[in-house]
T-cell receptor, first 115, second 111 residues
Framework: ETGVTQTPRHLVMGMTNKKSLKCEQH?????MYWYKQSAKKPLELMFV???????ENNSVPSRFSPECPNSSHLFLHLHTLQPEDSALYLC??????????????FGEGSRLTVL | QKEVEQNSGPLSVPEGAIASLNCTYS??????FFWYRQYSGKSPELIMF????GDKEDGRFTAQLNKASQYVSLLIRDSQPSDSATYLC???????????FGSGTRLSIRP
């Protein structure tokens, strides 16, 4: 496999459910990201992990809990979500060390619907 | 003030013409600037990046950066219907790991 892989691609959950989104990157990058994309809103940065350490938490509610066990895997644990959390959740990776650019490579996204 | 601002469009351009997309940013310490293209229902894909003042050309695409004016643009020459998409401007600011996106400009190329 190549690039950034996200599972599941689609998820429907109730407000009391607990689920997780998974992301895996095969690019050898050292940083991984979660972004949220809602209709008519900019991509919102949620979390950044650099060498497995969280370096950014963009005031995300605690019902979203990230986990980064190694530099290739990233999870987003979801619990007691609200309908307004329905969105496309995008995982991305980049190479930060010694690069001025560090452009992002995105996965295909996980489309989440909260009922 | 939004960190990265773009005109949401839609911008309608005839096939074969030049499409011009603009973006302004607020963080003067920003280092790198990116243009992503996003087709409906798909994830963003990188088209170009630029980090020095001036122009950078890649095929039909030219990115322009003016740090003094905090302005970055993307020109698409010989526009094709396949260029119809939303174009996202992204900026890497003072924090090396933080890349902020604008809301995107929807571009429509009419045959």
């Amino acid at each position: 496999e190549t690039g950034v892989t996200q599972t599941p691609r689609h998820l429907v959950m109730g407000m009391t459910n607990k689920k997780s989104l998974k992301c895996e990157q095969h690019l050898g990058h050292n940083a991984m990201y979660w972004y949220k994309q809602s209709a008519k809103k900019p991509l919102e940065l949620m979390f950044v992990y650099n060498f497995k350490e969280q370096t950014e938490n963009n005031s995300v509610p605690s019902r979203f809990s990230p986990e980064c066990p190694n530099s290739s895997h990233l999870f987003l644990h979801l619990h007691t979500l609200q309908p307004e959390d329905s969105a496309l959740y995008l995982c991305a990776s980049s190479q930060l060390r010694d690069t001025i650019t560090g452009e992002l490579f995105f996965g295909e996204g996980s489309r989440l619907t909260v009922l | 003030q939004k960190e990265v601002e773009q005109n949401s469009g839609p911008l309608s351009v005839p096939e074969g013409a030049i499409a011009s997309l603009n973006c302004t940013y607020s963080d003067r310490g920003s280092q790198s600037f990116f243009w992503y293209r996003q087709y409906s229902g798909k994830s963003p894909e990188l088209i170009m990046f630029i980090y020095s003042n001036g122009d950078k050309e890649d095929g039909r695409f030219t990115a322009q950066l003016n740090k003094a004016s905090q302005y970055v643009s993307l020109l698409i020459r010989d526009s094709q219907p396949s260029d119809s998409a939303t174009y996202l401007c992204a900026v890497k600011g003072s924090s090396a790991s933080k890349i902020i996106f604008g809301s995107g400009t929807r571009l429509s190329i009419r045959p």
